[in-house]
């Protein structure tokens, strides 16, 4: 079976308060499969900041959702109402991932700025609006692996 | 007031002093023990979640924070930094994830026969938890014995081992620069297991001692518990009457874990794991697959391919990246090893490889090589009769390889431990699975798994001597006691009004 090709919108694309933020969406609608393995309706908000202290504050410079649809994701500006977890990113993180050429090269670097978070360099954390296990079964876990958030076993520990 | 006494922290490789710390006094136990109890009720001020959301907060700081946490893990613990890494993994993901382990304590409604729910089982705090933890993981364990009683509301009071406690030092440094909510409800103590326990154990306001420690410590602990309880007997009235209150003791203890390797599986890919299951962390850890057990038909071969990965192990340096093995913890496990060793020699075993110390004479910088040894299976038939090194937990890097018949003949020699933490097994054979599964005695059974697995669903606990109470657990759900609730309003109260 032939799997379906996901397709990207980015809706109101002025609405966006910083070039950073259009950047990356433009960037995001590249690559739609990333989203692949989340059901059917998860949205989740990518919130940009400037520092940790913002961050800390939840003062982000600029923010958008993204929603998995029937077609493929739909990306639109400013907070969801009912989003299933927020994915911070420092906007020194956010201009390294659009340089990225690749899916793979834009996962490693995503997971290099979770897994080796800094100040100066960038960095990426997520903050959970529902339950572990509520996003698990809505395959935020798979989701989290693809983007290369969550590493594999066999990168975390190899001999 | 007693003078205060400082404790050095030394480099395990190099020797050099790393760090000074105060250490306590009963005294200063006891005020801590105190003021953690009064301050308990701010974590019942907060729900579950309320409490899961802080962990998950504090895991992105420890994130932020790792580079500088895993310096000090490899210094005080001598965990190469490749080793490093999954230590504060665990702990980091395990955090960020903690309202996963709602589904333990959340109530359970009952149903009864006629369909009603009138009926529910609450899960309650038990109190103040006093935690001890190993030498072996600076962070993981301590914080994990503090995350837990954190999580479901109770106080804490955590012990790290005197080797090493800068680590959970900092790591409370940060709760503290974070404004950790209750978190004067939470303390360390850095003090000597040897008086440290007795003084947990008279506490009244102390009603948990969760320790990660050896079975024989353990066993040490409720024997001081049985000599206070003996203290407090009152026999006015004839009979002995123990004013001491109980307590709830968890344990969680050694390993011997057997790992099967039969005659179906690809040797160089289960030889490579193997490796890694038996020797990472120089096999200081409770969990490491201690004694190998191998079907006759591939032995010869399987232990060619294991010695060969052995060969591959590179020690010494821990801050060195490649290095896989790292200095012992101290000079007692080196000790051990030899002692381990030499006994088995008496019973004319063949050592395949290793069986060397770099001893420097000192209390750091000590090695043993990773060492195999083939221990015959008719030394394994009366256990009381049977090598140290295949009855005792060997916490260093010195593991036993032994040839089974068959599967039959590889779950009797898994089963002859006095020891049931994790049994792992390697085969392809879909229906013999199964026959693993059911009939392997151990808490924790891993089929063709990967070592060192992280997974928010890896559960601690064993069976026999190594973990008291016995199965397979989470601490959140120990930490916790069911009260069962019957509420008959809905049924009877015109009836009682």
């Known amino acids: 079976m032939l799997e379906e090709e996901l397709t990207s919108q980015i809706i109101d694309k002025e609405a966006y308060k910083t070039e950073i933020a259009k950047k990356y969406t433009t960037f995001l609608a590249q690559y739609p499969e990333i989203f692949s393995d989340l059901i059917l309706a998860s949205n989740f908000d990518f919130a940009l900041y400037n520092s940790i202290e913002t961050y800390d504050k939840e003062s982000p410079v600029d923010i958008f959702n993204v929603l998995r649809n029937g077609n493929g994701i739909e990306i639109k500006p400013g907070r969801a109402i009912n989003s299933d977890l927020e994915l911070a990113l420092s906007v020194s993180a956010v201009k390294k991932l659009i340089q990225t050429k690749t899916k793979v090269e834009y996962a490693n670097l995503l997971g290099t700025f979770y897994n080796d978070p800094d100040e100066e360099k960038g960095w990426i954390d997520f903050v959970l609006h529902k339950r572990t296990q509520v996003l698990i079964d809505m395959g935020y876990g798979k989701f989290a692996q693809t983007a290369g958030i969550l590493k594999d076993d066999d990168d975390i520990y190899s001999m | ?497």
Not at chain 2, 239 to 255: D, I, L, R, S, W
Not at chain 2, 408 to 434: C, P, Q
């Open chain 2, 1 to 497: 007031m007693a003078k205060v006494h400082e404790l050095e922290i030394k480099n395990k490789y190099t020797g050099e002093i790393i760090g000074t710390v105060p250490a306590d006094t009963p005294e200063t136990v006891n005020d801590k023990i105190k003021k953690v109890h009064k301050n308990q009720h701010l974590l019942r001020e907060m729900d579950f979640f309320e409490r899961a959301q802080v962990l998950s907060k504090f895991a992105t700081k420890l994130r932020f924070k790792k580079a500088q946490l895993k310096d000090l893990v490899v210094a005080e613990g001598g965990l190469p930094i490749k080793y490093s890494e999954w230590e504060l993994g665990i702990v980091m993901t395990g955090f960020k994830f903690c309202d996963w382990y709602h589904q333990f304590i959340e109530d359970k409604p009952l149903t009864g026969i006629e369909g009603e729910q009138n009926a529910t089982i609450k899960y309650i705090p038990h109190g103040l938890s006093a935690c001890i933890s190993p030498r072996n993981t600076p962070i993981s364990l301590p914080l994990y014995q503090m995350g837990a009683n954190y999580l479901v509301g109770n106080g804490a009071i955590v012990k790290p081992s005197t080797a090493c406690p800068l680590t959970m030092l900092e790591a409370y440094s940060t709760m503290k620069d974070m404004d950790f909510p209750g978190l004067d409800a939470l303390n360390l103590v850095i003090a000597p297991g040897e008086w440290a326990v007795d003084e947990f154990l008279k506490s009244h306001l102390i009603k948990i001692i969760m320790t990660v420690t050896s079975s024989h410590t353990a066993k040490d602990i409720l024997v001081r518990y049985g000599r206070l309880l003996k203290k407090t007997a009152d026999r006015s009235m004839g009979v002995a009457m123990y004013t001491q209150p109980f307590k709830q003791f968890f344990f969680e203890c050694a390993g011997n874990d057997a790992g099967i390797v039969m005659d179906d599986v690809n040797l160089e890919h289960v030889a490579k794991w193997n490796a890694m299951a038996s020797y990472t962390n120089s096999g200081q850890q409770c969990f490491s697959m201690k004694r190998i057990i191998v079907h006759q038909d591939i032995y010869d071969e399987y232990t060619e391919c294991l010695i060969k990965e052995m060969e591959k192990l590179k020690y010494g340096d821990p801050t060195d990246p490649t290095v896989d093995i790292g200095p012992l913890g101290s000079r007692r496990i080196l000790m051990m090893m030899e002692v381990m060793v030499a006994d088995a020699k008496e019973y004319g075993v063949k050592i395949y490889t290793g069986g060397e110390k770099i001893d420097t004479g000192e209390d750091y910088g000590l090695f043993y090589t990773p060492t195999l040894v083939e221990i015959k299976p008719d030394l394994c038939e009366d256990l009381s009769k049977a090598p140290f090194l295949w009855r005792e937990e060997a916490f260093g890097p010195v593991r036993s390889i032994t040839k089974a018949k068959d599967m039959k003949d590889a779950i009797r020699l898994a089963n002859a431990s006095n020891y049931g933490m994790r049994a792992v097994v390697y085969t392809s054979n879909l229906d013999n699975i199964e026959v693993f599964k059911d009939q392997l005695e151990a808490a924790n059974i891993y089929v063709n798994a990967r070592p060192m697995l992280v997974d928010i669903t890896v559960s601690l606990g064993g069976i026999k001597d190594s973990a008291y109470p016995a199965g397979c657990k989470y601490y959140p759900q120990e930490l916790v006691y069911g009260k069962y609730i019957y509420d008959g309003t809905p049924l009877n109260l015109e009836k009682i009004k």
